[in-house]
């Protein structure tokens, strides 16, 4: 393929990013962030698999079998096991404003600046040749499309080009914001979008490989079986294989954690705590689909090349190309492109804060003269040492790749990295858990393990590479057999890196442990100490306790973070912190918050250790022993509480006070019925009773009473006394349907047949007022559930009511009953003297006297209609009435046909 | 017995039982005894025969005791006219107001024949009960 056309894809390619950063640069801009999104992040931790996996991987799986898995394991565990860990490790750096790795350590051994210095370093070390790997990746890769071979002439290096493109493309994404707490969106989601088309890709590549040129896994197992190149890839080798797994899967765990890039957007780019959650599950899928057709893409390569020499690092390449299937190799070479790119970029991002602010700034704040610009005009500077350390490293990756990488493996090299990342292990981990570490026991581990590591690894390197003599190999150094590199202390049987880590983590946990028991700790380490061991502690408290005392002018602090934010910038930062922490900002001192908050504030820009020098450079502090920290973290936590506790306290009171005033409400409510109700029964009794009463007395106090008139009033004695148990009964029964002891009888009802018993049994009463009753009802209405003796009662009720206010010997009954929209209808109309409007509703009502309301309902219906109401209410039906007086009434019921009793 | 011969009572109650039993006592007592069923029969009555008594039920449709016992004593010709309430309320708070529109005696229902029957003769006779 022309050199030319797939020097244009890249290049596309990165046009492609540019734009997808862009874009979602741009939307964050507008508040719509992209990057709150759990799948984003998920997907933008897999800028773990560089072009390492993904052409790697293969290629260690062709030379060492399964062993490639060892590095994918690791991950998988931290995410499905240390994840207190990592959720310990986000915390602690949101609420210190940590963003890298060297800031995380510095900041925990007392914000020391020779610990940041140390930490860059070694991240450098393990970062530019990473970095180199990638391009060599990049290279190989572009080398092998366009059959070329590798010019050393930088200029008509197309790697090169790529290189300068990659550093614009930082620079651009990666110093927007001189704040590097302020997340990257549009890197991160460039990030994630690659993490998808690498995947895509390589998943092309694995069903190309196994479907196509094979039938399935299983053909391509079945044919390797045949071969004795690749039969010994399915073998562990018992001797050192266990160890080597365990080794190599501890170093890959602690490489995740620790790795800049990792460290980057794991913790410094994480938007919420809770997205890790996602990523426990997706991540380790991710790992696993990447995972699924190297086996199968190793041994098809082994097959296909077989003893062609083919460099196993790129089958993903050669073997579509073997077969001519150009498109495919390019879609792979884009793949193998994205994770490169990927890493270079988040890598270069990650060290070049560490370097600018752990390097640079700190010589620059030493040299009076770079004092004075930096004073100028802070945050171009800090950009401008931002970028510049962006160059360096992209530069330096890209030398060393020239010159160096040429002859080591890419699996080597990312392990040699891995190994001297995995140093930070004893200062983070003992950092979190373990308050007792100093900065001088951290110091020494760290220093302990680099030394070993390059002691273990790199000369074996260089004495290959032959810069040194062999004699070290074989003799050790200064001719002591327990020195050589590759033999420690005499140990063999593992493999080297196996040995390495074991080695170096040996004395760097040793060092670390008995140098932390032996030193002693300053006090402000003694805090930190205590800050990030209990962060979950005090992460709340932490913004707003003071953990700093001493002097400053506000004037001092002020225009300190003017000159790294912008005068409007701090003025509202400063605005705000003075309102939510209830500070006054026009003393002469500063409050001890507001310093301590703005030391934070910097430490994102400039990091921690630069920060600590710059305010007290400002303050004139005085020293704060742990104790008194501890204390005021604890009250400023039991205030919290306090207030949190008062606060929900108080809120249950309202609630409850609330409560009981709609239950008193209630209860007012249903004691003013009740008193009406009381009320209006004694009344009803009473009427009676008074007539009872006084007829009595009137026939025992007269013996002289004309028979006729006795007769009289002895019957109206006897129907006062019946209307008096007929209104008991009415109120015990009223009274059972109020408390809900009603028990109604559910059955199959016929309505025709109930209206007939009911008008039977007052027929003599109406005959004998000469009253007559008309029926007209629906033959084919269909049965209901519902009580027989209820609906008897309803309509007896009515009936009687009629037959009362109907004038004898001329009055007529009606009855009509069917069915209509679901409902059985009962209509029953007299032609009697009919209700008055204000009335018709009142009859329904237990009360007929309200409150203080003397005027009185038609006499004589008594609770009947009342109790009726509460029937039909029972059988979902209701009951009104029509009438208009000197007319008569009617009054009508509805049952519903499906109604649920 | 017939002492009181040309006093006039009104007994105004919606109850025909208690009308029946009132009546019954005041004609035998020789009052012009004069009946009403409710509020307004009770206003043309005492607009046109202005009776000494009005014994008076407070409970009514249409228009309730209280209503007539005002407007008899608000009207210059009818003030001098004595109220009885006869009421089945007989809470203090109703009494009370009985007694706050105007009335001269609250007797409360259930009532005993001959306590009443007295009372009224003593009221007729002038006497302040």
Partial sequence: MNSYVLGLISIYYLAFLFIVAYQAEKKSKNAKSIVSNPNIYALSLAVYCTAWTFYGSVGRASTDGLDFLTVYIGPTLVMFLAFPILLKIVRISKTQRLTSIADFISSRYGKNRSLGVLVTIICLLSGIPYIALQLKAISNSFGILTRSILNSNILVDHTFYIVILLILFTILFGTRNVEATERHEGMVTAIAVESIIKLIAFFAIGIYVTFLLFDGFEDIYDKAKLMEEARKNFVVDKEIGMSMWFWHTLLATMAFLFLPRQFQVTVVENVDEKYINRAMWMFPLYMVLINIFVMPITLAGGIIFNGQGVNSDMFVLSIPLHFSNELLAILTYIGGFSAATGMIIVETIAVSVMVSNNLLMPIFLGIPASKELINRNPSKVIQFMRRLSITLIIFLGYFYFKFITEKYSLVSIGMTAFVVVAQFAPSVLGGIFWKRGTQKGAMAGLVGGTVIWFFTLIIPSLVSSGAISDQIMTNGLFGNSLLKPYELFGMTGMDNISHATFWTLFFNTALYFFGSLCTKQTSIEHNQAVLFVDVFQYSKGIENSVVWRGKALVSDIKSLLESFLGASRTERIVKVFATRNNINLNTRYADARFVNYSEKLLSGIVGTASARMMVSSVAKEEEISLNEVVEILKKSQELMAVNKELKQKSQELKLLTEQLQAANEQLKMTDKLKDDFLSTVTHEIRTPLTSIKALSEILYDNDDIEHSERQHFLNTIIKESDRLSRLINQVLDLEKFESGKIRIIKEDLNLEEIINDSVDSIEQLAKEKGIAIKQIIDKKMPTFQGDRDRIMQVMLNLLSNALKFTEPDKGIITITAYEEDGSLHVNVIDDGSGIAKPYQELIFDKFYQAHDQTIKKPKGSGLGLAISKRILELHNGTIGVESEVGKGSKFSFEIPLENTL | ?129
């Fill in chain 2, 1 to 129: 017995m017939n002492i009181q011969k040309n006093i006039k009572v009104l007994i105004v109650d919606d109850e025909p039982n208690i009308l029946l039993s009132l009546e019954f006592l005041m004609k035998k007592e020789g009052f012009i005894v004069f009946i009403a069923r409710d509020g307004e029969e009770a206003f043309d009555i005492i607009k046109r025969e202005h009776p000494k008594i009005v014994l008076l039920d407070i409970m009514m449709p249409k228009v309730d005791g209280y209503e007539v016992c005002r407007f008899i004593k608000g009207g210059s010709d009818t003030k001098e006219t004595k109220v009885v309430f006869l009421s089945a309320k007989s809470k203090e708070a109703d009494i009370e107001k009985g007694y706050s529109v105007g009335a001269d005696l609250y007797i409360p229902k259930p009532f005993s024949t001959r306590d009443l029957v007295k009372k009224i003769n003593m009221m007729a006779s002038g006497v302040v009960v």
